[in-house]
């Protein structure tokens, strides 16, 4: 433990102010949401302002980031258990960089097309693997275990409010300078990410699984499997955020191209919405320490996961005017449920899963977790093409609570709060050690 680490808990004041390591892990996070709000928006707008893509190809792009999570999220995982978390990080971000600083130089040379936004959205999607595989193995050994709560509430409630001033800046920087230069601005908060990352002065050791053969790997990836799937409580909650973002990523999938084809909004005031509804992920952020220590974790979980996010459902009903005000419920009641609800899973896992298998857990539940949005975007864009763009965003919205159903129907119903204590259990894990 560092010196900072180890003086820390003695000092008053909120962890920000008391954790130089953690200040600009937090800085370096806020920028690279606020980046990736950018893109969120910017790419779907160049295929279908610039490019005219049809509603499965935007599809196909919102697929495309998601994809790497099935094809290479299990071993990344065990590599991360190898390796120092922290480079991984660093030459994630510079990767990300590169790959879209190439959209506006393309479209500045009249080349751009919807392949090499593919290609770019495939290959920031394995960086951002790496990297988001990392970040959840690095934090919990950058705070102590008393401040994880604290520190996973302000990382996303800051990362809420960076895409909620993304995506309203980003909207309207868009309609000034037009997509493709909008994406400038995502550039540069990788960059700046890698700085803010650099400048942490905590250094891990060497993981003592680095010393392994290549021949351990697949051992190592069906280790972190049999955990998750014999685990109670970790199959749980893969299994919801499997269904859950099969379902959230396939009505995000086709809401832009909604929005613009059908109901007629530009850039700017679709940035400006998403900024009001989205704001309900930083309240949830705020409130949700609060109310799990009044209600539980276990019970807070299932009013995020089962309760709040109901008013999904309001969101096919959008139409010009008043109508607008259905998609700020509905939008903001499921960033209220979600955020508040990943806090406590978050806090949960850093607690529950022991140090070094961090990474192969983290890898096995996103192996369906984010290994089902590549199939959510696919299916957003087949059922708006086939059946049009309000039958299948209410099939695909009222999906986002009856996948909560999944946490009501398991051992989380039943005590009002997830295990305290950490996990025990053997260095290779079998059915019978890991069962809760």
């Known amino acids: ?108 040379a009249g080349v751009l097309g919807v392949g090499q936004l593919l290609v770019v959205a495939l290959l ?126 396939g009505y995000q999938s086709i809401l832009v191209v909604f929005l613009v084809r059908e109901i007629g909004l530009s850039a700017g005031m679709i940035g400006a919405l998403a900024t009001v509804g989205g704001i309900g992920g930083v309240f949830g952020a705020l409130v949700v320490r609060r109310v799990a220590d009044r209600l539980g974790t276990g019970r807070t979980l299932l009013l995020c996961q089962l309760g709040l996010v109901t008013p999904a459902v309001l969101i096919p009903l959008t139409a010009p005017g008043v109508g607008l005000l259905l998609l700020v419920v509905g939008y903001g009641s499921v960033s209220v449920g979600v955020v508040a609800g990943n806090i406590v899973k978050s806090t949960f896992i850093q607690h529950y899963c022991p140090p070094g298998w961090l990474g192969r857990v983290g890898a096995s539940s996103a192996f369906l977790n984010y290994g089902t949005m590549p199939l959510g975007a696919l299916l957003g864009g087949a059922l708006g093409t086939w059946l049009g763009f309000r039958p299948a965003l209410w099939i695909l919205t009222a999906g986002v609570p009856l996948s909560g159903l999944i946490l009501y129907f398991s051992p989380i119903r039943r005590h009002r709060d997830l295990p305290a204590e950490p996990l025990q259990l053997d260095d290779s894990p079998t059915p019978e050690t890991a069962l809760v």
């Open 1 to 108: 433990m560092s010196a900072e680490r180890r003086s820390s808990t003695g000092v008053r004041g909120g962890l920000l102010r008391r954790s130089h390591d953690f200040r600009f892990f937090w800085l370096g996070e806020v920028a690279a949401r606020f980046g990736e709000s950018v893109t969120v928006l910017a790419i779907p707008l160049i295929a279908v302002s610039t490019l005219h893509a049809s509603t499965f190809e935007v599809g196909l792009l919102n697929a495309a980031p998601w994809l790497p999570w099935l094809l290479i999220g299990l071993p990344v995982g065990v590599w991360v258990d190898r390796w120092r978390r922290r480079p991984v990080m660093l030459w994630a971000d510079i990767i990300c960089f590169v790959l879209f600083a190439s959209v506006p130089v393309a479209a500045w």
């Open 124 to 249: 920031t999607g394995a960086a951002t693997v790496f990297f988001q595989t990392a970040y959840s193995a690095y934090l919990p050994g950058l705070l102590d275990p008393a401040d994880r709560a604290e520190g996973n509430a302000k990382l996303h409630g800051s990362e809420s409010a960076a895409q909620i001033v993304g995506l309203g800046a980003g909207g309207l920087l868009i309609q000034l300078v037009g997509a493709a230069n909008g994406m400038l601005v995502n550039t540069t908060t990788f960059l700046l990410s890698f700085l803010l990352l650099y400048r942490i002065r905590h250094r891990e050791p060497v993981p003592e699984r680095a010393e392994r053969s290549r021949g351990a790997l697949g051992k190592e990836i069906r280790e972190g499997l049999r955990l998750v799937s014999h685990d109670a409580y970790l199959r749980t909650l893969t299994l919801f955020g499997a269904t859950s973002n099969l379902a959230l990523t």
